[in-house]
């Protein structure tokens, strides 16, 4: 703190978040050619969007008022077998991800069960569910159950990953303290990993339920069951009061879902 | 861990019998849910095509292989497209998802209708499919790139915004009473006490959210929405086997490159 | 310098927090403010500048009358008082610099704010202020990276280089060790008298109290039950505002330590 320090600077400049300039001029113009590229070889029949503008106000109208006389009750049925068809693949998938989720946490398992588990879960999550459900149609045959099995699948892809993360996260001294006191292999897992990991799972599991609901309500596009089938003819034959009951109906089971989730796990916490 | 007091003394219990009656009738419940559902669905199902599935997974496993290696030219196009899908529809819904986010957040938002109103709209945007937003947009603007852009666009409007005013809501108050104790306005509070906060999970949010989307928009095709989607249908439409094996390992492909590129960026920017 | 009048604060719990405060503070004073927990030492700092509204009394910092301002005048009146706090309050993930600047909020329109053009002056002060505390080596560092003590300093910086007249101190060393502590409110001490700045420190530990202000005032339940010279704090008068304890041990140590006081770098 000397008198001679009368010279200070009189400008400063924020640094860089990218320290190299060099990097950084390479990311600006990489991504503005990108976007450039990208829009410009977006084909666009702007004429064909022109003449689509008051086709889709018009069907925009349509949804005011929903249809909700549903004559044959087909629309009813199909968003309860979504509903279910949910219910059912989140049960059986969270159960059969317990194993796999145990097999591919690195800390629990020999290399040859995790290699394997961690290959099962890759496949099952980078398929989109509705690329699962089309080849579970082939096999299964359409309905609800080709449904069930590509949902399942997924879970298995997202729970199984989550679980066998949290179990690779967890508190190292807790599950020595459990070791030292001799307890067997299940013993362990009951009282050193499943309090570890249960809350953030159960959570998971009702988040996976909101996943599966809305995917359920899609994958009837391509046969595998739930309210997807009869959204796509609806469209299909211009019957948008029908499309917008089911649009709606849809909305209103994820809002109720999302709350009673919410509650739940504030119960279970 | 609740312990009774008996004539022998303290006896301890893992819960009380109320607690233990409401697990045991918890589980009861969940039985009788996963028993009905498996009814109903059992009910709609051909079981002989069920028997029949090993036979047809072997029939058709042994149709697509090996994957038709000289179809791939054909695809460079659609996962070029399938990409911009992902990548244009993302940016525009980041640049609608955090304003909304930010009048969504109780502590940013302005009054407490215009909250109400942002958080339909998430969860209305949210709660549909982008395949469902796409086959809608199909019939409006017409088949191709932009329906399917603007359908993940609309999608993920809502499972950005969420993200990011969750987060806007669990800052550290107490950096913005600082900003305030100053003499900063409102803007200025916003500016230095919450965006700085705020910031690095609105990038994460985007990278994270542009992933997701790659894999939604390998499927929008199916409706006609554009990328390569269109290819799988068109070739499980005409049994092409083996070229679907290459279309299957193409998105594969692309889903590894979009997940590694995510997991880096997101690795970055914490 | 501040003034405040039958300064009373009832929150909507129905706690009373202040309970009819007047309290006269001239220009160059450093006051330290003991209490208790739930005193209301935290509340009345905060009403001074309106963080927390005052139920009742009033407020004039020099001639102008706080309570009734609007917003604008408000924040004029905000940058005129200085305040710094328990945990520090930067903004974690902005630069040393950026969080000295921004005590100039109050002074620079938005968009100045937004695109960091501060006038040449702020940016020569603020290095100034950063070297006189010893954290020229810091200035690009994120506010994070640094330690309790460094940020308590940066936190100083922000507060002075609005150029107040009176400074609110919340606890400075509540999240600092008994070293560190010391070098803080020497620090401020010293920038006080340097500077002729007014100051209202609100302190728990007595000692500190004792050492570094020229006044203290003891608040207990909302209610000033002692105004004086820091010698003037007896154990009766510490038993009246704290309850019983041990008060000799405390002031006495005082005394000891006063050697030791002049050595050691800053944290």
Not at chain 3, 97 to 106: I, K, T
Request: with cysteine; glycine share 8%.
């Amino acid at each position: 703190m000397s008198e001679a320090s009368l010279n200070y600077a009189q400008t400063w400049k924020k640094p860089h978040f990218i320290k190299s300039s060099l990097l950084r001029y390479l990311i600006y113009v990489g991504t503005v050619t990108y976007f450039f590229l990208a829009i410009y070889t977006m084909d666009v029949n702007w004429t064909r969007v022109a003449e689509g503008i008051p086709r889709g106000a018009d069907m925009i109208s349509k949804f005011f008022p929903p249809d909700l006389s549903d004559s044959r009750g087909v629309i009813l049925d199909g968003i309860l077998e979504s509903i279910w068809m949910a219910v059912i693949s989140t049960i059986g998938g969270v159960l059969l991800s317990i194993p796999i989720g145990l097999g591919a946490a690195r800390n629990l398992a020999p290399t040859w069960v995790y290699l394997f588990c961690r290959s099962i879960i890759a496949v099952s999550r980078t398929f989109p569910e509705v690329i699962l459900a089309i080849f579970a149609v082939k096999f299964f045959g359409f309905g609800p159950f080709a449904g069930f099995i590509a949902l399942a699948i997924g879970t298995i892809g997202f729970w199984a990953k989550l679980l066998a993360e949290d179990i690779e996260n967890m508190s190292k001294s807790q599950a020595e303290a459990v070791r030292a006191t001799g307890a067997t292999w299940l013993q362990w897992i009951n009282y050193a990993i499943q309090p570890q990991v249960l809350p953030r799972m159960i959570g998971l599991s009702l988040y996976r339920l909101d996943i599966n609901f809305r995917e359920s309500a899609v994958v009837g596009i391509v046969g595998a069951g739930g309210i997807g089938a009869h959204l796509l003819t609806s469209v299909q034959r211009y019957e948008y009061a029908t499309t917008a009951t089911i649009l709606f109906s849809i909305i209103a089971i994820v809002i109720t879902l999302e709350y009673s989730s919410g509650y739940l796990r504030k119960w279970v916490q | 861990m609740p312990t009774i007091e008996t004539t022998q003394g303290p006896l301890w219990r893992r819960r009380t019998p109320l607690k233990q009656w409401l697990i045991w009738g918890g589980w009861l419940v969940g039985l009788c849910i996963a028993v009905y559902a498996w009814q109903l669905i059992s009910e709609k199902t051909i079981w002989m095509f069920v028997w029949d599935a090993p036979r047809q997974m072997s029939d058709i496993g042994e149709r697509m292989i090996p994957p038709d290696w000289s179809y791939m030219p054909k695809l460079w196009r659609p996962v070029w497209d399938t990409l911009n899908i992902a990548t244009i529809g993302t940016a525009i819904a980041m640049c609608l998802a955090v304003p909304i986010a930010f009048l969504a957040a109780h502590n940013t938002t302005p009054h407490k209708s215009v909250r109400a109103v942002m958080l339909f709209i998430i969860v209305a945007t949210r709660s549909v499919n982008s395949l469902i937003w796409a086959l809608l947009l199909v019939v409006i603007v017409g088949p191709g790139v932009l329906a399917g852009t603007i359908a993940i666009g609309i999608r993920s409007i809502g499972g950005c915004a969420k993200l990011i005013y969750e987060s806007i809501e669990e800052i550290d108050p107490k950096q913005v009473e600082a900003i305030k104790a100053t003499g900063g306005s409102r803007a200025q509070q916003m500016v230095y006490g919450i965006l700085p906060q705020v910031l690095p999970t609105i990038a994460g949010v985007g990278v994270f959210r542009w992933d997701i989307n790659v894999r939604g928009s390998t499927i929008l095709g199916i409706v006609g929405a554009g990328g390569i989607g269109i290819q799988l249908s068109a070739s499980i439409n005409v049994l092409a086997w083996t070229q679907v094996t290459t279309i299957l390992i193409v998105i594969l492909g692309t889903v590894f490159l979009s997940e590694y590129i995510s997991a880096k960026v997101r690795g970055a920017i914490i | 310098m501040l003034r405040l009048e039958n300064l009373s604060k009832r929150y909507k719990t129905g706690d009373l927090a202040l309970n009819n405060v007047t309290l006269e503070i001239p220009d160059g004073q450093l006051v330290a403010l003991i209490g208790p927990s739930g005193a209301g030492k935290s509340t009345l700092i905060r009403c001074v500048n309106r963080l927390v509204d005052a139920t009742t009394g009033t407020i004039h910092l020099g001639e102008r009358e706080i309570n009734g301002l609007s917003n604008r005048d408000l924040r004029r009146a905000r940058r005129r008082m200085g305040m710094i706090f328990q945990e520090y309050a930067l903004v974690e993930r902005l630069t040393v610099m950026e969080n000295v600047l921004s005590g100039r909020l109050g002074y620079v329109n938005f968009w100045q704010s937004l695109f960091r053009k501060y006038p040449k002056e702020n940016v020569r002060e603020a290095y100034r202020l950063l070297d006189r505390v010893d954290l020229m080596h810091m200035v690009d560092k994120r506010a994070d990276e640094l330690s309790g003590g460094q940020r308590q300093r940066v936190g100083i910086c922000r507060a002075l280089i609005q150029d107040p007249e009176l400074l609110l101190v919340d606890e400075p060393t509540a999240s600092l060790d008994p070293k560190t502590s010391r070098q803080i409110m020497r620090l401020i001490r010293e920038l006080c008298e340097e500077r002729g700045l007014a100051a209202i420190i609100n302190i728990h530990d007595v000692a500190l109290a004792q050492m570094f202000s020229e006044r203290v005032v003891g608040l207990k339940l909302g209610e000033i039950v002692y105004d004086g010279t820091p010698g003037g704090l007896t154990p009766e008068v510490l038993t009246e505002i704290y309850g019983e304890e041990d008060w000799e041990k405390t002031i006495e140590k005082v005394e000891d330590d006063d050697d030791v006081l002049d050595e050691g770098e800053m944290a």
